[in-house]
Structures are given as structure tokens and as C-alpha cells.
């Protein structure tokens, strides 16, 4: 059973093509804001053109394009290849390659780039894998306030360390290669967008003008 793994919630854009839980190959390159030209020539370049039984994409938060454009990919390839489509959140895909980065955690938090100077931030434990609450935005005195003395992953540390720098903040993007790490249950999302906060722009269908 080959799984393409599509990410592109972040500042990264990372394909990778696993089969019965390995890795056969995977891309990771950090594009800022060019998933559109770069995913597509990625998913080509992997082995048998990334063509896969299942696919698996990153439904966010994160990147209001960057979200769309992995799920716009990952729906049209599985039109064309007749195969089915789940998601996963950004938030426990960091979580998991924490823990797995450093095992002496038992407890961790991801804080991601939420735009508006403000951030996601999610808190998650190590043994079971599970999330400590549902995730919210924050203006970063208010996430400082709830990390407490734990650790914090993701590309929102920034906004903290500007506030405190004594913080312990370690600096992540989602790798789609990583999700191999969740448990199944963090992999059966419906693929659609998780936004976190309202669009800042919407289609006109999302307006009510189409």
C-alpha cells in the first residue's frame, strides 16, 4: 500500500512517498510562498511520478494559500488515480517529530505563525500521544502565559522570543516524511481546510457573489 503525504500548510513544501510504513522517498525544501510552482514538479520527481494507493494531506492551520494548494493537489490526484483522500493537522505533525526528536518530553506545545502578529499554539503529551486541549490563537503574552515551562515547537517561536528569550523555543516546520509518526487517529481528517481564523480573503463563492 504506497501513501503520497502532500505538506504544505507552512513556509515548507514537502512531498514524500511511503509504502507499508516506510519511506521510499520524500522532498523538503522551505519555499515560503511558492507551493503552487513547486508541488506539482515534487510529487513528478518521486518514484512512479508519486502515484499512490492512498493520499494523505496537511488540512492546516497554517498558510491560508499553502493549505489550499495541497488540497486542491491532493483532490485532483485523486480524482485521476480513483484513490481516496484523508488529512492530518499541522499542529500534532510537529508535535510527534518533537517528541520523536527529543524523548525525555513528556509534555510539549506547538506554536505556529497564525498571522495578525498573533499564533496557533496546541499543547500535546508524549505517552499516549494525545492533545491536551483543542487549539487556539493567541497574541504571543497570552501563549507565553499558557506554555508555562514547557517547550515549544514550530515557526511561531519567534513572536515568543521577542517577549522572552529565555523561553526554551525550538525552531520547526512540518516535514511530510513525519507522518509516519502520528497515529492512525490523527490521519483520518476530512480534507478540507482547517483555518484556524477567518480567511482574510475569500472567493466570491465564499462571499455569496457566485
Not at 169 to 198: N, S, V, W
Amino acid at each position: 500500500m504506497r501513501t503520497l503525504i502532500i505538506e504544505t500548510a507552512t513556509a515548507a513544501c514537502s512531498v514524500a512517498l511511503t509504502e507499508d510504513g516506510a519511506v521510499l522517498a520524500q522532498t523538503h525544501e522551505v519555499v515560503g510562498r511558492g507551493h503552487a510552482e513547486r508541488l506539482i514538479p515534487m510529487i513528478a520527481a518521486l518514484p512512479g511520478q508519486g502515484r499512490a494507493d492512498n493520499i494523505l494531506v496537511d488540512c492546516g492551520p497554517g498558510s491560508f494559500t499553502g493549505v489550499r494548494v495541497g488540497l486542491a493537489a491532493a483532490r485532483g490526484l485523486a480524482i485521476g488515480w480513483s484513490c481516496e483522500v484523508a488529512g492530518y493537522s499541522s499542529l500534532p505533525l510537529i508535535a510527534a517529530a518533537g517528541f520523536a526528536s527529543d524523548p525525555t518530553l513528556a509534555e510539549l506545545a506547538v506554536v505556529l505563525e497564525g498571522g495578525h502578529g498573533e499564533v496557533f499554539m496546541q499543547i500535546f503529551a508524549a505517552q499516549p500521544f494525545v492533545e491536551s486541549g483543542p487549539f487556539r490563537s493567541f497574541a504571543p503574552a497570552a501563549a507565553i502565559h499558557t506554555l508555562g515551562a514547557r517547550p515549544a515547537f514550530g515557526n511561531g517561536i519567534r513572536h515568543l522570543a521577542a517577549l522572552d528569550p529565555h523561553l526554551d523555543l525550538r525552531e520547526a516546520l512540518p516535514r511530510a516524511a513525519d507522518a509516519l509518526l502520528l497515529p492512525q487517529a490523527f490521519t483520518t481528517l476530512p480534507p478540507r481546510p482547517i483555518y484556524g481564523r477567518a480567511p482574510d480573503a475569500k472567493t466570491l463563492a465564499e462571499r455569496g457573489l457566485a
